[in-house]
């Protein structure tokens, strides 16, 4: 895939963020992000990290940059080497203290493993990959059948009360994300056993979606579960040509668009405009939906405005997570940013008629 001399400067400045703002700290683990008001990183994240190796193979993929591998997996061996705790079969959301593991963080994970995998042919990765996947499987069911356990706590592995106004406390839809981790594991692997746990996240995740939006009284809120929302969007790709996702596709873009518009005077998420124009794109490429090219504009248009421009490295071509009316964020967000490059880079690619991207380099 090439890229025009338009887009270059705010791909490379994204990318130049990841290397040099110190987000990517020196144990090879990406802090969940960076505090522009305290001058500070917030602490390490398995999850934000598995989403760095994706961003940083996806990158080394357009640009051919070295430095971008040579991030990826050193990423990738914090994941493997330092968070993954083989004894337990366990991937804690941060590593210090050791309290938590969520299912979400666990799928984006072995995602990142498997994008590292991919680019190297590092086996360590793909080991680690499947073990969590399978601890994943074991560990987040629910005897219940309602649904994924969202959050157990460490070491016992008990489920957390789950919160249905607080999204990543509760098993919605959003949780098929994640669950795609299984599906690109039975790719992977050959082993078809990973294909079933996907299989009932989606048709759960199918049964609840209707419910998930608005969800909340409160329009910030409601903004905060489009972006979950569009995660169950994303998890629809591997059955994308199966009627019933499809068609769940569809309104489910119409859905997010409309609420999106009627939200953003008050409070707009940079992820969730990209997240909405990487769907549009990978629908139309699916064959699902064709591609609406003046909302797909609008949103590029909106989504390049947080790019932050600043003479401290630690800001400099990294997007903003947020914006209330006039009033930035002071979160420089890595998942923004990532999010937000690979939309951009998308869209370009579409406008200039060039390939589609591979789902398994979806950020």
Known sequence: MRYTSRLLPRLSRAGEWFLRSGIHETNGGVARYYRADLQRNQPVSTEITGYAVIALVY????????????????????????????????????IDPRAF???????????????????????????????????????????HNDGLHPVLSLPDKRPLPRDPLRWSRS??????????AWWDLAEATGDAQFREPYECALAHSLQTSSVFLPGHPEKPKVMDRLHAYLYFLEGLLPRADD???????????????RHLRDIAPEFERSDVYAQLLRIRLYADWAGVAPL????ARFEADRLALFQAADSDPRID?????????????????????????????L???????????????LI
Do not use: N
């Not at 040579?70 to 991937?91: E, I, K, N, P, V």
């Not at 609406?292 to 909302?295: G, S, T, V």
């Not at 071509?317 to 880079?345: E, I, K, N």
């Not at 869209?347 to 380099?361: D, F, P, S, T, V």
């Open 317 to 345: 071509g990294g997007y903003r997570f947020g914006r209330r009316g006039d009033a930035w964020s002071p979160h420089v967000s890595p998942v923004s940013t990532a999010f937000a490059l690979q939309a951009l880079a």
């Open 171 to 180: 098993s919605g839809c959003y949780q098929l994300k994640a669950a795609m």
């Open 243 to 257: 009627g019933q996702c499809a068609a769940a596709l569809c309104t489910g873009i119409r859905s997010v668009a």
């Open 347 to 361: 869209w370009e690619a579409c406008r200039a008629g060039q390939a589609q991207a591979h789902r398994h380099l």
């Open 101 to 143: 593991t969520y299912f979400f963080d666990c799928g984006i994970v072995v995602r990142g493993l498997l994008a590292a995998w991919r680019a190297s042919g590092t086996d360590e990765f793909l080991d680690v990959a499947a073990a969590l996947g399978r601890s994943m499987a074991r560990d987040f069911t629910s005897p």
């Open 292 to 295: 609406d090219r003046d909302a």
């Open 59 to 94: 990158l080394h993929s357009v640009t051919k940059d070295e430095r971008y591998l040579d991030r990826a997996l050193a990423g990738a061996r914090f994941l493997a080497r330092t968070a993954w705790d083989a004894a337990s079969q366990t991937m804690p959301f941060e």
